[in-house]
């Protein structure tokens, strides 16, 4: 298809930059939309397969990648009480011998940002803040988005990236509302001086116990420790993933826990400390609609116990990239990126809700047991992919 084509992205977190710098790579000049008056990301860490950094290099941010990521070698899983471990992983040269890629952890606000540097190095106008979708329009010709604040943009090919809560999604499909899965999730962030000698062997790994599970591992250089711990509970109300919570609620809930755990959960500054409700929906049979499409968590919110929502909408962006440069009309190229993607996604995500039962057991001393001695995501053939190179 040839550049020429118009094409408004709606979001600027990593799914929506990533396809604006695929897209570019492809010869077209995008436009992001996003909400917030500033560009930026939230505080956190996140994890990337082997595939998200094929798609990463494939696009041109691979040197950025290697500077801003800590690379882990092993990954142990622990039990919850006395430390023991149920299993290692590999996840470097393990990988790289058998996938030609490895595993990175980083801080989301860096890879947002190296993509964002990539994005507007190739056009600096690309990317156009303070506009906070509203609905759209379509004649079968263009597209016509309408602004919160009356103003509107007119393209050939939206693509919906406006995460798990889309407007877009609504506006193409309507929407019943993700539902409480009966997960709650704290994050934090600690400078690794405050991180006790010794309780990280290795620096990244996982504990898992009844009903909880915790993860850690440095990101900036290993200047900071991330970590993620859930727990189940009941019901939740509030909205939001940055809701303000304390050092005291946090160690309530992991009350009888290894010291190991509670050192580093305690030493967490309370204002890096937040708390979020997890929410879950049925994976959608289509994403596009006429000339819109939706990637991301916009099509497909995926629960983070495989640590791959960053990672599928990295692919999704190069698929639909490629898949628009390769084909002859609009039409044609949404079909070729469903086909390509939607298997994948909504396998992830169905694999993802299996995952957590394995991690919260209640027999935690059997996990290496349930797990066939392997991390699920590459039991599950999920590194086994290269967004550059898949059929589509």
Same mark, same amino acid.
């Given at each position: 298809m040839e550049g020429s084509l118009d094409i408004a992205i709606v979001g600027a977190g990593i799914g929506g930059l990533t396809a604006a710098l695929a897209l570019q790579r492809a010869g077209f000049r995008p436009t992001v939309y996003e909400q917030a008056p500033r560009l930026g990301e939230v505080g956190a860490g996140l994890s990337l397969s082997p595939s998200a950094a094929h798609a990463l290099r494939y696009l041109g941010v691979g040197a950025r990648l290697d500077a801003i990521a800590y690379l882990p070698e092993d990954q142990a899983v622990r039990h919850y009480q006395d430390g023991r471990a149920l299993q290692w992983t590999n996840r470097g040269q393990t990988l790289l011998d058998k996938y030609g890629e490895r595993y990175y952890l980083v801080h989301r606000a860096d890879l947002h940002g190296a993509i964002a540097d990539a994005v507007t190095a190739n056009d600096a106008d690309a990317i156009r803040l303070g506009r906070h979708f509203a609905s759209l329009s379509q004649d079968g010709e263009r597209v016509r988005l309408v602004f919160a604040d009356g103003s509107q943009a007119a393209a050939?090919?939206?693509?919906?990236?406006?995460?798990?809560?889309?407007? %877009?999604? /609504?506006?193409?499909?309507?929407?019943? *509302?993700?539902?409480?899965?009966g997960y709650i999730a704290w994050r934090g962030l600690v400078p690794m001086d405050r991180v006790p000698p010794?309780?990280?062997?290795?620096?990244?790994g996982i504990y898992?116990?009844?009903?909880?599970?915790?993860?850690?591992?440095?990101?900036?250089?290993?200047?900071?420790?991330?970590? %993620?711990?859930?727990?189940?509970?009941?019901?939740?109300?509030?909205? *939001?993933?940055?809701?303000?919570?304390?050092?005291?609620?946090?160690?309530?809930?992991?009350?009888?826990? /290894?010291?190991? %755990?509670?050192?580093?959960?305690?030493a967490v500054p309370p204002e890096l400390l937040f708390k979020w409700g997890l929410f879950d929906r049925e994976p959608l049979t289509r994403w596009s609609l006429g000339r819109v499409t939706l990637l991301g968590d916009a099509a497909h919110p995926v629960l983070p116990f495989l640590g791959h929502g960053a990672v599928l909408a990295i692919e999704d962006a190069v698929l639909l990239a490629r898949a628009i440069a390769a084909s002859g009309d609009l039409a044609q190229a949404l079909a070729r990126y469903e086909a390509a993607r939607i298997p994948r996604a909504s396998f992830v995500v169905r694999e993802s809700r299996k995952a957590v039962k394995v991690?919260?057991? /209640?027999?935690?001393?059997k996990y290496a047991l349930k797990t066939g001695g392997k991390a699920a995501d590459e039991r599950l053939g999920l590194f086994d992919y290269n967004p550059a190179t898949a059929a589509v």
């Open positions: 050939g090919l939206v693509i919906g990236a406006d995460g798990s809560r889309s407007q %877009v999604r /609504h506006e193409l499909f309507g929407d019943s *509302g993700p539902k409480y899965t010794g309780v990280l062997d290795p620096p990244s898992v116990g009844p009903g909880h599970l915790v993860n850690r591992y440095p990101v900036r250089g290993g200047a900071l420790l991330n970590f %993620v711990a859930f727990a189940e509970r009941a019901a939740w109300t509030e909205e *939001g993933w940055s809701i303000r919570s304390t050092v005291e609620e946090l160690l309530a809930d992991f009350e009888d826990w /290894h010291p190991d %755990v509670r050192a580093f959960l305690a991690f919260h057991s /209640h027999e935690p001393e």
